[in-house]
């Protein structure tokens, strides 16, 4: 069965600094995709990035970037220069390998992001 | 483009009424349809799988006869809560994907936030 792992249930770090959270899967498909969304206090669901199991290649946005290591079964996340407006909830999800369509979004527990100015 | 709208966004209703939360594809056919249920400082949980002209499938644990899944159209999936009682406030999202967008992408609709008095 999948499961995802976040371990830290929050975090508080001053403006400007650099955060990393942290993100551990379980999955015996050998062909999935790991998702990030932040949900700010609004409840709405913002997608931030999408990786399926075959790019390990790491990927920046801006402020964001996302290291995949394959071999130790983590897709973690880093805000580089944290602003205010990073404070949030973030998940880290997992989806199923194939099943024409249908295939479930497992989510970790979250880690509240504060960031204080 | 791929927006989902929620409706409404929040609904007080009484103990033992009924309340219908709209999940609508705006710009795109939504051939699955996904609810989930999120607790306060807790993680979304899938509460069923709907495809288009079929059967909502249900996760384990998650009364069908409670919780009446409809999804009619490409467009439009209804969650009806009977008889609602106060441990049923939460919130609620859903998400949908379609045949012409990415596949392994689900699109979340910004949410409804019930509260059973």
């Known amino acids: 069965a999948q499961k995802v792992t976040q371990a830290q249930t929050e975090i508080s770090v001053v403006e400007k600094e650099d955060v990393t959270l942290d993100c551990v899967y379980e999955?015996?498909?050998?062909?999935?995709?790991l998702f990030w969304y932040k949900q700010p206090p609004s409840g709405e669901l913002v997608f931030l990035i999408r990786?399926?199991?075959?790019?390990?290649q790491n990927e920046i946005s801006g402020r964001y970037s996302w290291n995949f290591q394959k071999s130790t079964s983590s897709f973690n996340f880093t805000i580089t220069a944290s602003q205010v407006v990073d404070s949030a909830v973030y998940f880290c999800?997992?989806?199923?390998?194939?099943?024409?369509?249908?295939?479930?979004?497992?989510f970790g527990k979250g880690t509240k992001l504060t960031v204080n100015p | 483009g791929a927006v989902v709208s929620q409706h409404p966004s929040w609904v007080i209703c009484k103990s033992g009424t009924s309340v219908k939360i709209e999940c609508r594809s705006l710009d795109f056919q939504a051939t699955t349809m996904f609810w989930y249920r999120q607790f306060p400082k807790q993680s979304l949980m899938l509460m069923a799988t709907s495809n288009e002209g079929s059967k909502a499938t249900y996760e384990q644990g998650v009364e069908k006869d409670k919780f009446l899944i409809n999804h009619a159209s490409l467009t439009l999936s209804t969650l009806t809560v009977t008889s609602a009682h106060p441990e049923d406030s939460s919130f609620y999202i859903c998400?949908?994907?379609?045949?012409?967008?990415?596949?392994?992408?689900?699109?979340f609709g910004p949410g409804t936030r019930l509260t059973v008095t």
């Open positions: 998400s949908a994907r379609g045949i012409q967008i990415q596949l392994y992408e689900q699109y």
């Open positions: 999955t015996r498909d050998t062909t999935y995709y």
């Open positions: 999800a997992l989806s199923e390998t194939w099943r024409g369509g249908s295939e479930k979004l497992v």
């Open positions: 990786r399926n199991s075959f790019d390990e």
